[in-house]
């Protein structure tokens, strides 16, 4: 998440992410969920403490889900702003610095789930970038900066990341032999055409975000599939709740949210419906 939306954060709180081998959850789980703003839920009442500086809602899909399955234990270190560099190091936030998120793992966790690598690629700022207020030719599209040479810069940083997303599997299963991992995509940020001027991003921008994001959770997939871990989607479940959808039916926030999120987060509808795709999964139904 970009520091200027931490820092709106920040004052606001002052002032008040395929499924492996059918495998039934266990009702003695010990569940731990690493991950971005995207699994923490940030504004999503209510903000957990102490780690306030994360944007980690008690009510996130990580909440509803240990909840439904019934979970013994749940070990929620999804923090706002987190790249894959933070499974292994310390993450310093607006309100402080947090623990490495690998570090909630252990020889008796029995379920992980993990929703990282947007912040890698800078997916949100990408988003942000392409707000318009103005169509051409006074306003700007921007998906025609992000080709160097002919390449996509976005879908580069894309394929870059594929290794360490293999490795990472790898060194959560080290650290969590007993546990069921699974990988979760991101959600449907526009849909086709997208909704200008209601969320100000034009048509070829918006489709130029559609089909970033359909290749990122695409190559989630593949690595998940590589590391032999499960992946999750929630790109298909929200279609139809993007933020160009009514206030009533979005799950994800447009740039001016009508409900406690941030904005392009999920809003706790978004949370509720997640936990549903989470808990399927996680279940094998």
Known sequence: MPRRILTLLAAAALLLAISPPAQAAAADDVYVA???SAAAGPLI??????DLGCWRSDHNYAHLTAEAI???????????GAKTTHMYQSQSTDLGSVAPQLDALSQDTTLVTVQIGANDVGLTDFIEDCLNILPPPVGDACNDDYVVNGQDSWRVAT???RPTLVRLAADIRARAPQARIFVVG?????????C??????????????????QYFNQMLAEQAAAAGVGFIDLQTPSVG???CASASTRWIEPYVPASPAAPFH???????GFATAVTAAVSGT
């Open 34 to 36: 690493l991950g971005d």
């Open 45 to 50: 009442p209510d903000q957990v403490v102490p």
């Open 70 to 80: 019934g979970a013994r234990t749940l070990r929620d270190v999804t923090c706002s």
């Open 159 to 161: 394929d870059a990341l």
């Open 186 to 194: 991101y959600a449907t940020y526009a849909p086709p055409n997208g």
């Open 196 to 213: 200008y001027p209601r969320v100000p991003i034009i048509r070829a921008d918006a489709n130029y975000i559609r089909a970033t994001l």
């Open 241 to 243: 709740h993007d933020p």
């Open 266 to 272: 999920p809003n706790a509808r978004g949370m509720r």
